[in-house]
């Protein structure tokens, strides 16, 4: 296993753990909590897959993403009373996360010689829909729509990676200088609280 | 037409009945009701094909679930002031309607030959799902997340289809093995009010 | 490119505007209102090619759906504070809209040899399920399931096409008439403020 693939599964198994927060949050069921946890984590993917026909999508042929995400929704459980201190850094590992499958998305769009523009959309599908059908599921405006340099931060990133990739820069370097535009664009979000204005409108 | 065609179009025209009355009690027009009901019978199974690439989706291929459809959402309109009085009835058909598409879903997963876990989530998203999407189209948390040992007897349902199919156990004793599994845990749960609580938190 | 491909595109440009203003009222972040004015604009045609299995669906293909729509969506931006102006204008290319969409899907449906209620099926989802995704997204009961003749006109137009089409009618002229029949029936209800009245219930 590569640290590309470790980074992918700790990517799976963070963003089914926010999943599983949520999901307990509203008060779901046990039940309600896996659905969700396990959506979050696989939803941007599975999405992803549909579009291109990738089918059987990605989970039903590698289970792992399906163990991944149960181990990380029971850790979510056990653990429920304790992840608010730990919240700083679980949002560092989601940060990490949605940079990982932005590049994952992109990738697969250039492995598909689809347009950079396509390209871009499928790392931000990747990245952000697990997290819009969590939303979705849980019957609230989706969060990346109202909130903070989110999907922007992987629209810059797959920009960067396909300008990368298009340069023959290796494949080392363009996978860690793409997650590290995500996490900068992110972090500076977040710190100074930036986020994009809605438009004013003239009632 | 074997019995088990007939259970199958059965769960269909109930789910269709399940719909229709809930957009009903929402006062959608004819349109919406017609298309939640529907979808209420169709969409599980709609997504497990897309799921696994098996388009176009079974109700273009097979126009019968479309027809069964219809017609069922047209008796439930007729007759939508008397439904209360056969709600119970109608409970227990749509019990073994969800034991009958849970057979179908994780059916369809061995027959891809993909592994158990895989096969029961197909059987648990075949007879659930239609109910997610009728609530997603009526703006409201899906009902399966929050109330009664609904999913969880589809699970255990395929599970028990799993280890009798493994056993080489005959079709038919199978299919049945499995229906009762479903409709004996959710009449249990019915019953006795048993719903999975959700997990307490500390605030 | 021939008229009816120029009347595609508007109609892509029209629901991408729709969809931005809903957007925006909404007070969404801008990145929101690209993505909801995108998926209003291409989510019909995407639903009915995951439907019947053409995929990369057509989007991934034929980028200039995304150029017209992202175009669309930025002229939506600019005028934001007029559009309210033209709101009756708008409203007439929204119904030239579904029109051109209703024969696309139902075309679609007869390529692939489906039976005709799955054809006008298809012409109605193509039609009406970018505005139900635009809806779901922005957490609300999709507006084609309570208000005005608007999925209904699709429906009727889709027969009409297949009935002129199985009739040998020219192409020409088919197009027009079912055009003509979706808009006509649109401008009847509107004036009249037509609407299928919920089914009545005794509580």
Known sequence: MGYFEFLDYL?????????????????????????????????????????????????MQQTIYVFISLFSIVLAILFRNHLKYI????????????????????????????????????????????????????????????????ATACIFGGIVFIILYRLGVSTDFSYIFTILTV???????VKYKLSLPPFSQKE
């Open 11 to 59: 990517g799976t198994g963070v963003f089914a753990i926010s999943g599983a927060l949520v999901a307990m949050r509203r008060r779901l069921d046990p039940f309600g909590v896996f659905i969700i946890g396990f959506v979050t984590a696989v939803g941007g993917g599975t999405i992803r897959d549909i579009l291109l026909g990738n089918q059987p999508v990605m989970w």
């Open 87 to 150: 919240n700083r850094s679980l949002s560092l590992f989601d940060t990490i996360g949605i940079g990982i499958f932005t590049i994952i998305g992109t990738k697969t769009g250039i492995n598909h010689h689809l347009s950079a523009i396509i390209c871009v959309a499928l790392g931000t599908i990747t990245a952000t829909f697990g997290g819009v059908v969590r939303d979705i599921l849980c019957s609230r405006v989706p969060i990346i729509f109202k909130k903070e340099i989110y």
């Open 183 to 189: 996490v900068i664009i992110r972090l500076i979000a």
